[in-house]
């Protein structure tokens, strides 16, 4: 069985920061690019972050300076630290386990992060 588990989401106001967790388990997970994605009611759902299995990383414009993802091979996890929240950051964040060529994608259920103003 495959599950990605998010934590770490909840309350905070504008200005704020949140680290969100994604453990991984059944899967190799040193062999898989990962990602955080988000998606707020009625908006398609949009990338957020991306590492790649070398851990080379890239950024929405709209996060970049204020997000930072990074991985733990160790501990099957990976991480979105989320400085500087601002309220159009509310959404729910989901990661992503993406695989070698013909491997299918994995996802999360989901943590919610909303940011008051």
């Known amino acids: 069985q495959v599950q990605l588990v998010e934590s770490g989401g909840g309350l905070v106001q504008a200005g704020g920061s949140l680290r969100l967790s994604c453990a991984a388990s059944?899967?190799?997970?040193?062999?898989?690019?990962m990602a955080w994605y988000r998606q707020a009611p009625g908006k398609q759902r949009q990338l957020v972050a991306s590492?790649?299995?070398?851990?080379?990383?890239n950024y929405a414009d709209s996060v970049k300076g204020r997000f930072t993802i990074s991985r733990d091979n160790a501990k099957n996890t990976v991480y979105l630290q989320t400085n500087s929240l601002k309220p159009e950051d509310t959404a729910v964040y989901y990661c992503n386990a993406d695989g070698p060529r013909n491997w299918r994608d994995y996802w999360g259920q989901g943590t919610q992060v909303t940011v008051s103003s």
């Open positions: 590492i790649t299995r070398g851990s080379n990383t």
């Open positions: 059944g899967i190799i997970f040193s062999m898989y690019d």
